[in-house]
C-alpha cells in the first residue's frame, strides 16, 4: 500500500504545473493540501489528517526545489541560442521507397550548409523540417508518397547544451514547462546529443526566445 508522501507526489505530478509552482514556493501549501485532501483520501481507502497532507507537501516542494537547482547548475552560464526562421514541415506515411528518396535528397543537398533539413522516423510516419526555400525538392522527392500533413510558418529556436546534459533527468521539461507555462504551443521538438531545438509557430518565436534565455 502507498504511502501518503508517494500518494501527495502521485497526485502533484499529474498537474504540469503544480511541481513547478511549489519548486517556486508560490503555492499556499495549506490551502493546496484541502484542495487535494480528498483524492489522497480516495488513493489511501482511508481518512487522512490534513497534517499529513501538509507535511508531504513540504518535503516534496523541498525535494523538487532541489532537483530545480541541479537542473540549473548544469549550465554554468547561458547556454549559445540560435534561431531560425522561414521553416515548413511535411509529414508522410512510411513506405519501403521512403527511406531511398530521402537518401537521394540527402545526397542533392551535400555540401549545402546555408539550409536547415531534418528527418524524424516514427513507427508509421516520418516528419520532414526544412527551410521553405526546399519546399520545391522536397515536395519533388517525395512526390509519389503519401503526404498526411504539412505546416507552413515556423520557426525554430536551437538551445547549445553542454556536454553531459543527456544524462541530467528533466532538462528538456525545464525548458518545455516554461513555454506550456506562458501557454505557447511547440509543434515540435528535435534533439540530438547537445543540441535541443524547438519548432514554435512564427508568431510565438520572439516571446519563446526571450522566455528561454529568462531561464538561464
Do not use: C
Not at 165 to 182: D, M, Q, R
Amino acid at each position: 500500500m502507498l504511502t501518503v508522501p508517494e500518494i501527495v507526489g502521485k497526485v502533484v505530478k499529474k498537474s504540469a504545473f503544480l511541481d513547478e509552482a511549489l519548486a517556486l514556493g508560490i503555492l499556499n501549501i495549506s490551502a493546496l493540501a484541502r484542495l487535494i485532501k480528498p483524492e489522497v483520501e480516495r488513493e489511501a481507502m482511508k481518512k487522512i489528517q490534513e497534517g499529513a497532507v501538509i507535511a508531504a507537501l513540504n518535503r516534496l516542494s523541498q525535494k523538487i526545489e532541489k532537483k530545480a537547482k541541479n537542473q540549473r547548475k548544469i549550465f554554468r552560464s547561458a547556454p549559445d541560442l540560435i534561431v531560425r526562421s522561414n521553416l515548413m514541415e511535411m509529414t508522410y506515411f512510411n513506405s519501403k521507397s521512403l527511406v531511398l528518396r530521402q537518401k537521394k535528397l540527402l545526397e542533392e543537398m551535400s555540401g549545402r550548409h546555408n539550409y536547415f533539413l531534418t528527418f524524424t522516423q516514427g513507427i508509421n510516419e516520418t516528419t520532414i523540417i526544412a527551410s521553405k526555400e526546399l519546399k520545391k525538392k522536397v515536395l519533388a522527392a517525395f512526390k509519389e508518397e503519401k503526404l498526411s500533413a504539412q505546416i507552413e510558418n515556423l520557426s525554430s529556436v536551437t538551445v547549445l547544451l553542454p556536454q553531459g546534459t543527456s544524462l541530467i533527468p528533466g532538462v528538456y521539461s525545464y525548458i518545455l514547462k516554461a513555454l506550456a507555462w506562458e501557454g505557447i504551443n511547440v509543434v515540435e521538438v528535435v534533439s540530438t546529443l547537445n543540441e535541443f531545438t524547438i519548432v514554435l509557430d512564427d508568431r510565438n518565436i520572439d516571446s519563446s526566445f526571450s522566455i528561454i534565455k529568462r531561464l538561464f
